[in-house]
């Protein structure tokens, strides 16, 4: 008598080629993305890429937006302190505050301010070279003093009555880190009050590219 093998252990028929040309196709989704996908790219090289595929996006600025804030500009201000307590007199960088400019955004920094006050004395003499600021901007790894504010000597504005830059400021740029230093040369020392606190702000604004 002759075995038969159970239903799951059954070989596989391979169809003959009648059985394939019998067979319909019925379109689906997929088959209707590649239709449009199609299309598209007939529109591509028919009309061009930059027709087709590039949104028009905003729309132009009436104004260099480096040189006056477009209506679609963000403002910022950005403000850190710094205890004289934690000063170091061998000319090391002291971080006081820092920005990162937004992705996709440029930006301007049209008022810097830098300053030192106690309730007492704090021993620095303007433009004595006991007490420096620096602006640095770490673009790609690659810090680069701001032009003019990489050995700023004197206090600039204070937070009650900020100084702009009318119609000039410092250009940043998308993904850059600002960093205002505080730096305490060996001259410093035991001039500055120990007692002091600096005080450094950024403002400015940001705007899409």
């Not at 905003?58 to 710094?82: C, H, L, N, V």
């Not at 000597?153 to 937070?159: I, K, T």
């Not at 009650?160 to 960093?179: A, E, K």
Request: net charge neutral; with cysteine.
């Amino acid at each position: 008598m002759r075995a038969s093998l159970p239903p799951q252990f059954t070989p596989y028929r391979v169809p003959a080629p009648t059985d394939l040309i019998a067979q319909t196709h019925v379109p689906n989704a997929f088959d209707d993305c590649l239709v449009e996908e199609r299309q598209l790219w007939n529109e591509i090289m028919a009309m061009g890429l930059d027709i087709v595929c590039c949104p028009r996006g905003r729309a132009p600025y009436t104004e260099r937006p480096w040189i006056m804030i477009p209506d679609s500009g963000r403002r910022f201000k950005q403000t850190g302190y710094f205890s004289t307590t934690n000063a170091t007199f061998n000319g090391d960088e002291h971080t006081v505050t820092q920005l990162s400019v937004p992705i996709g955004y440029d930006g301007v920094i049209d008022t810097v301010i830098c300053g030192i006050s106690a309730n007492g004395p704090t021993g620095f003499v303007e433009g004595s070279g006991t007490l420096l600021w620096r602006v640095a901007s770490d673009q790609y790894s690659q810090p680069r003093y701001l032009r003019d504010l990489g050995n700023i000597q004197s206090s600039l504005g204070s937070l009650l009555n900020p100084t702009p830059t009318i119609n000039s400021g410092w250009r940043v740029y998308s993904g850059n880190v600002i960093t205002f230093y505080v730096v305490f040369p060996t001259s410093g020392s035991g001039v500055i009050s120990n007692t002091a606190t600096i005080t450094c702000s950024l403002g400015g604004w940001f705007y899409a590219r």
